[in-house]
């Protein structure tokens, strides 16, 4: 009976409390952080096609006044899959500029493959995973987005990869 009187204790207490800090939006900017997580999910989009959207979570550093700590989800990035060619290969163009800027922000390795029939090199765009992202240093843009629920108008901050942040010898960040 003891898990059963713990729990009840937890409802004798009324008291609650306000943090009017914890309330508040990271503001608009760019900001030192980590990946800390990863939701990826396939998505059939408006016009019939696959793709796959990437959400990366960051947390803001130690040093972020006042928002230390808090964390901010991406925007999402897409990967298109696109339909397959003649050669079976599923070969996109402009809609994935935007993933492949995202790996190389990352510095992701990505083959080249050379097409000497058709003489043009392709880029293989590898899946993003956990293991290649998390716990990297970052720097993100944080910008707030607008929407409209089902109690009133929301805000939600989001953010962007701006770019990767070196470490130095010593451990220390450096931007």
């Keep these: 009976m003891s898990n059963v009187d713990d729990l009840l204790d937890n409802f004798d207490d009324d008291d609650v409390y306000y943090d009017p800090e914890m309330s508040t939006l990271v503001p608009e900017g760019s900001y030192p952080a980590k990946i ?86 392709i880029i293989k765009l590898p899946s993003i995973t956990k293991d290649l992202i998390l716990n990297k240093s970052v720097v993100i843009s944080v910008h707030h987005e607008e929407w409209q629920g089902t109690h009133g108008r929301n805000i939600t901050p989001v953010a962007t990869l701006v770019r990767m942040r070196t470490e130095s010898v010593n451990g220390q960040n450096n931007t």
Excluded: C
Excluded at 83 to 105: E, M, P, Q, V
């Design 36 to 121: 800390i997580d990863l939701y990826s999910k396939i998505i059939n989009t408006q016009r019939g096609n696959k793709g796959m959207l990437y959400k990366p979570k960051y947390r803001l550093d130690d040093n972020v006044r006042n928002y230390s700590g808090r964390e901010v989800q991406d925007s999402g990035v897409w990967k298109f899959f696109g339909t397959k060619d003649a050669s079976g290969k599923r070969i996109t163009g402009g809609s994935n500029a935007n993933y492949k800027l995202f790996l190389d922000k990352m510095h992701i390795p990505m083959e080249k493959i050379e097409m000497e029939e058709e003489q043009r090199t």
